[in-house]
């Protein structure tokens, strides 16, 4: 549970029975009270001895309550979302998935109601929508701290709706909702199949649009997309700006890895670094979890983090695990072998001496790793996934026709000690139909 920013609390001493702590900003004192209190008690206890209360105050104000309600922008309805302190923009990983999502986002915190209203997000589960919507909440809390911010999910709008109705309190909720700055709702898609809720949530929405108070939503789907979803909502929704997030890219995998393991305080080599990204390629949830797996097996031994370990963290052995690729490692073999530079490999030059070492190794990327071809192609030098049909295809051809290149790529698989299981091997094996697609980008 330690982050780097636990080094910038300041215990203040104790008084009147109590130890205080100084926290930096709202989002880490609502953070640490509710999440990490009683870790805190118990440390504290442990060190004294004595039952002392550990209350955490910004700049030395005497502390508030133990609940977050007291701040309105940490969720004076909710108290099911907490905003992670780690969520910022500071430790949001940008790559060409997420690029659009996040100069929004950005766009927002800095003028909420003018950039873009409303923001709406999506994109698949553990992908980062999450994380962009409380680093806009942080930043416009940490530059206007009297902005009002409601952050709620859906399912929580909807739960406190229903009781409103059924409380005769329908005033207080549409107060509650709408004399607001900024209203963050996440997975608004379970707004689908509610017709009273869906009602509610469209006069909601023109209160605060009309007031030009910002809106920011997320969704698993675009608005079009949502099943069941009013024709009237699904317009207001594309009114702003409708930005897709993507799963990450192997670039961004691993400066995602990098920056999760350096805000957990973990030292991994680039060999493990490039093995969880290889391996784990669905999500960045996924990808912290993975961390976290390794991370607890460490802690069972003697707190050594090696490639070995790894692959037993993530359910893999040494015996059969086929090593985990990755694109620079085939780049690397395939330059040692050609005697040519990466800068040649990734650039536009076209001469042969070029083309069939770039081929050979979106060839064996495509045979021997998880990469779409819009990776493939993104690494040496943004090229279309055609390009990448076209040398995979190319390189196919020429090897039943030429024994040398045949041989080259024999030599450069036996380089790299290959060792792929026959299931992986047709899983990952490109398609000779999907292949054919004829390259106009190579021809140009």
């Known amino acids: 549970m330690c982050r780097q920013w636990f080094s910038e609390l300041e215990p203040l001493g104790i008084s009147n029975g109590a130890m205080r702590v100084r926290v930096g900003s709202p989002v880490q004192e609502g953070y640490l009270q509710r999440q990490c209190a009683a870790q805190f008690n118990e440390a504290l206890q442990a060190a004294t001895g004595r039952l002392i209360p550990v209350l955490f105050v910004r ?6 309550a133990t609940s977050t309600r007291t701040h309105p922008a940490l969720g004076t309805i909710c108290d099911d979302v907490v905003i992670s302190p780690d969520h910022s923009f500071e430790n949001f990983v940008v790559g060409p998935d997420n690029r659009l999502a ?4 950005l766009a927002v915190a800095n003028a909420p109601g003018q950039a873009y209203n409303p923001l709406f997000i999506h994109g698949g589960v553990g ?6 919507l409380q680093a806009v909440c942080q930043q416009v809390l940490n ?7 409601l952050y709620v999910s859906c399912e929580r709008f909807t739960s406190l709706f229903i009781d409103s109705v059924q409380n005769g309190q329908c005033g207080a909720f549409r107060h509650r909702f709408r004399d607001l700055d900024v209203l963050v709702i996440d997975d608004i898609h379970f707004l689908a199949n509610r017709d009273r809720t869906q009602e509610e949530f469209f006069h909601t929405f023109n209160t605060l649009h009309q007031a030009r108070k910002q809106i920011i939503l997320s969704s698993d789907a675009k608005p079009d997309e949502i099943p069941d979803l009013e024709e009237r909502l699904v317009s207001r929704f594309n009114w702003g700006l409708v930005a897709e997030i993507t799963a990450p890219c192997y670039e961004t ?8 393991t350096k805000m957990r305080g973990l030292h991994l080599d680039d060999e493990i670094i490039e093995y969880i990204a290889a391996t784990v390629d669905r999500n960045i949830r996924e990808l912290e979890g993975a961390i976290t797996r390794i991370q607890g097996h460490a802690m069972l031994g ?11 963290a993530l359910g893999v052995t040494q015996r059969d695990a086929p090593r ?5 490692t085939i780049a690397d073999a395939v330059i040692t072998h050609y005697d040519v530079k990466l800068t040649d490999l990734q650039s536009k030059r076209r001469q042969r001496s070029i083309t069939l070492p770039r081929q050979v190794c979106m060839y064996l990327a495509r045979k021997h790793t998880r990469h779409s071809l819009v990776e493939i192609g993104g690494y040496f030098g943004g090229r279309d996934h055609t390009t990448v049909m076209h040398a995979v295809q190319a390189m196919e051809d020429r090897q039943r026709l030429y024994e040398q290149i045949r041989r080259d790529v024999s030599a450069i698989e036996a380089a790299l000690a290959i060792h792929t299981r026959p299931e992986q091997r047709q899983a990952h094996a490109p398609s000779l139909d999907d292949s ?3 390259d106009t980008q190579h021809q140009r």
Do not use: F
Request: glycine share 6%; no cysteine.
């Open 143 to 149: 530059e206007s701290p009297d902005v009002t911010i």
């Open 436 to 438: 054919a697609e004829h």
């Open 324 to 328: 985990a690729l990755t694109i620079p």
């Open 59 to 64: 700049n030395g104000e005497h502390a508030a």
């Open 253 to 260: 995998r691993l400066a995602i890895v990098a920056k999760k």
């Open 102 to 105: 996040h100069a929004a986002a």
């Open 127 to 132: 992908l980062g929508k999450t994380h962009l």
């Open 302 to 312: 003697d707190g050594t983090i090696d490639l070995a370990l790894a692959q037993r």
